[in-house]
């Protein structure tokens, strides 16, 4: 499943109604997977970027620009945070608690 032009439903005959649901709870569950931002995005989503060969980048919406987050080579499986992102820990306890919970 890709993307749907909007998520809201409007009043409507209930199989046009049905198809309609059926189409953006299928949108959500797929992430909005598309090569471009779904058109009914709004500040906060999130989506998933295909437009490169072998990669799927997580990209959040924030009412003006996509904000990568992250992205997966399906090829390795290997994630790459973008160039511009650090990741910083200040409690030390923090990784071996994360690593238990898995």
């Known amino acids: 499943m890709t993307q749907v ?3 809201t439903l409007d009043n409507q005959a209930f199989s046009t109604f049905r198809a309609n649901l059926n189409n953006s709870i299928n ?4 992430q909005h997977i598309g090569s471009s931002r779904p058109s009914s995005a709004v500040a906060g989503t999130i989506w998933l970027d295909n437009s490169a060969t072998d990669t ?3 990209k959040l919406f924030d009412g003006s620009d996509d904000l990568e987050l992250f992205s ?3 090829s390795t499986n290997a994630i790459t945070l973008p160039n511009d992102v650090s990741i910083t820990e ?8 994360a690593i238990a919970l898995g």
Do not use: Y
């Not at 949108?27 to 797929?30: G, H, I, K, Q, V």
């Not at 200040?90 to 608690?97: C, E």
């Open 72 to 74: 997966i080579n399906t």
């Open 27 to 30: 949108a959500l569950n797929s």
């Open 5 to 7: 032009s909007q998520v």
């Open 90 to 97: 200040t409690d030390p306890s923090a990784i071996p608690f």
């Open 56 to 58: 799927i980048a997580m």
